[in-house]
C-alpha cells in the first residue's frame, strides 16, 4: 500500500471546521443560520458588488473555445481530446476578495478537470493528458478527483467528483489573507491554499480539462471593497497563527471572536507520493 506523509505546513483539510460567520469577511458557512438565507441559496461576498469579468481570448489554448452572453461559457476540445486545454480569466485577483462559480456539464470524466489561479507564467495547454494547475509554482488548483496541486505536490482534500454528473464548483479567493477556499453544490469544502498574499505576480482564475466536449460555464462573480479593518486583522493574524496564541493576548470578546473568524484549527492534508492511486479512490 502506498505510504502518505502528513505534512504540518500544507494546506488544511476541511474536516472539523470552525464555525466562520460569513457576513464581515465573506469566510465559508455551509449551514445558514436564518431562514431567509436558506431560501436565497448562501454564496460568500453575498454583500458584495456584481464583479463582471470574462475568459481571455488570448490567453487560452487552442483546444478552447468561448461561447454563450459576454463569452462566458468554455468548451474544452469540441472534437476529441489529445492533450490538456486550458483558459485564464481576465480578472487580476491580488489584494482584494473575489468568488466565482462555475458550472460544469455532466461530461465530467478523464485524467483532470480543475479550477483555480495562477500567473501568466501557467501553461494553458499540454499534449499530455495532466492535471496542469498547480505541476509547478506558477499554479494553484483543484482535480475533479478531489485533489490539491500546487508545486507538482498531491494532496487529498475531498472526495473526488462523480463522474458524468453535473457539478457546482465556487472559489473564494482571500487577496488579504492570501487565502483560496472551494464551494462544491453549495457545500464549503475549508480553506485549501494559504500564503498567497506572498505572491507578487498577478494572478487569474484559470481552469482546464484533458476531457473532451467538456462544458464549462462562468454563471455567478462577485468581489468585495476591502476595508481597513479587515487589512488590520490580516496583519495581526500573520503573527498570531493560531488560537492558543490569540487566548493569551487576552482581548475584549468581540475583538477576539473578529479575529478568530479567520483561523481555521484543522488536521494537515495527506500527500500522495504516487498519484496513480487515486485511480482506486
Known sequence: MQQQQHLPQQPLTPTRR?????????SCNAT?????????????????????????KRFRSKEVVLSGANFRTVHFHPNWSKGTAGIQGK???????????????????G??????????????????????????????????????WHKGVAL???????ENHPTQIGIYYDGIEGTVTYYKDGKCLGVAFRGLHKVTEPLYPIVCSTAAKTELTLKC????????????RAVIMRRVRNAGNLEKLKLPL???????????????????DNYDILCDY
Request: with cysteine; glycine share 8%.
Open 254 to 272: 468581540p475583538i477576539r471572536d473578529y479575529l478568530s473568524e479567520v483561523i481555521d484549527d484543522m488536521e494537515p492534508l495527506r500527500q500522495v
Open 111 to 148: 485524467t483532470s478537470i480543475m479550477f483555480g489561479i495562477g500567473t501568466r507564467s501557467c501553461r494553458l495547454h499540454a499534449n499530455a493528458f495532466r492535471n496542469m494547475i498547480g505541476e509547478n509554482e506558477h499554479g494553484w488548483g483543484l482535480s475533479h478527483k478531489g485533489v490539491l
Open 156 to 162: 487529498l482534500y475531498t472526495k473526488r467528483f462523480r
Open 221 to 232: 462573480a462577485r468581489r468585495e471593497f476591502v476595508n481597513l479593518q479587515d487589512r488590520c
Open 18 to 26: 470552525r464555525r466562520q460567520p460569513a457576513r464581515r469577511d465573506g
Open 91 to 109: 480578472r487580476p485577483l491580488n489584494n482584494g476578495r473575489y468568488y466565482w462559480e462555475l458550472h460544469v456539464s455532466q461530461r465530467v470524466f
Open 32 to 56: 445558514p443560520e436564518s431562514s431567509t438565507e436558506r431560501a436565497a441559496g448562501f454564496c460568500p461576498l453575498a454583500n458584495g458588488v456584481d464583479d463582471n469579468w470574462t475568459w481571455s
